[in-house]
């Protein structure tokens, strides 16, 4: 599992992309709003996109974590570096 953020981010607007044109395709003119939602969440090719966008969005979160925690550990060793010169 990648956590490079700017390959996360290619991969996301790509699945996007892809969700966006599955979600056109699959338009019908009499159906709107949730009567809309529930055809498109009956095909399977659509479900498979939306689930690759949510993976990859769930991929990007867990690397902002994991950048926000490697901020703290810098910190922390700066602060304790700090702490033991005086």
């Known amino acids: 599992m990648a956590l490079d953020r700017a390959l996360l981010e290619r991969q ?45 969005t769930n991929r990007l979160n867990r690397c902002a974590d994991k950048e926000a925690l490697q901020a703290e550990v810098v910190a922390r060793k700066a602060a304790k570096e700090t702490a033991a010169a005086e």
């Open 12 to 56: 996301l607007g790509l699945a996007k992309t892809r969700l966006d044109k599955m979600s056109s395709s699959l338009n019908t003119g009499d159906a709107k709003g949730k009567d809309q939602e529930k055809l498109l969440r009956r095909d399977p090719i659509w479900r498979q996109a939306r689930a690759e966008v949510r993976k990859i």
